[in-house]
T-cell receptor, first 118, second 110 residues
Framework: DTEVTQTPKHLVMGMTNKKSLKCEQHMGHRAMYWYKQKAKKPPELMFVYSYEKLSINESVPSRFSPECPNSSLLNLHLHALQPEDSALYLC?????????????????FGQGTRLTVV | ELKVEQNPLFLSMQEGKNYTIYCNYSTTSDRLYWYRQDPGKSLESLFVLLSNGAVKQEGRLMASLDTKARLSTLHITAAVHDLSATYFCAVENTGNQFYFGTGTSLTVIP
């Protein structure tokens, strides 16, 4: 099973709403990621969790709040978003790579949640 | 600031032709990855390059890594329409940070 599952696939929310994006993997990966991708642009790293602890926050606004309840799940809580936050949000997972190099080190990506903020 | 640049950004090529996509990066990393993305879809892992001089091939695609030059190439041989997609290289920086290149949008014309 090399699958990363994201829900929902599509989400439309108002600027005053609170919503959550969910991500799940069962590959035993201990690093999980959130990326944001605008149309025709590369994915931008937002957050990295390593062993359920937040290890990297790429200066993301506080209206995005990540959570890693356990080693298989990753959430992204959204509150008071702006229209410019509309994008494809991608979750990914990999083996924890800090200090190691393994042949199976690539990140596996979910199908993404296409978010529209109105 | 880590920079990962690809060129060309857009590539239109005829079926049967060969071409190379270049990926330059600014950090001293020896781990580089290539991904493919179809329109509206997620990213599919193509190659994992973990050392200087690494070369991997799969079908009509071949990737290589020169860590001294901080350069990776993705070579396309005898292109077919099914290869039309956007290709991204990604560099891993100090563990668990994957930074993506600017992307190359490839269109293969019959």
């Amino acid at each position: 099973d090399t699958e990363v599952t994201q829900t929902p696939k599509h989400l439309v929310m108002g600027m005053t709403n609170k919503k959550s994006l969910k991500c799940e993997q069962h590959m035993g990966h201990r690093a999980m990621y959130w990326y944001k991708q605008k149309a025709k642009k590369p994915p931008e790293l937002m957050f990295v969790y390593s062993y359920e602890k937040l290890s990297i926050n790429e200066s993301v606004p506080s209206r995005f709040s990540p959570e890693c309840p356990n080693s298989s799940l990753l959430n992204l809580h959204l509150h008071a978003l702006q229209p410019e936050d509309s994008a494809l949000y991608l979750c990914a997972s990999s083996h924890d790579l800090a200090g190691t190099a393994t042949p199976n080190s690539e990140a596996f990506f979910g199908q993404g949640t296409r978010l529209t903020v109105v | 600031e880590l920079k990962v640049e690809q060129n060309p950004l857009f590539l239109s090529m005829q079926e049967g032709k060969n071409y190379t996509i270049y990926c330059n990066y600014s950090t001293t990393s020896d781990r580089l990855y290539w991904y493919r993305q179809d329109p509206g879809k997620s990213l599919e892992s193509l190659f994992v390059l973990l050392s200087n001089g690494a070369v991997k091939q799969e079908g009509r695609l071949m990737a290589s890594l020169d860590t001294k030059a901080r350069l990776s190439t993705l070579h396309i041989t005898a292109a077919v329409h099914d290869l039309s997609a956007t290709y991204f290289c990604a560099v891993e920086n100090t563990g668990n940070q994957f930074y993506f290149g600017t992307g190359t949008s490839l269109t293969v014309i019959p």
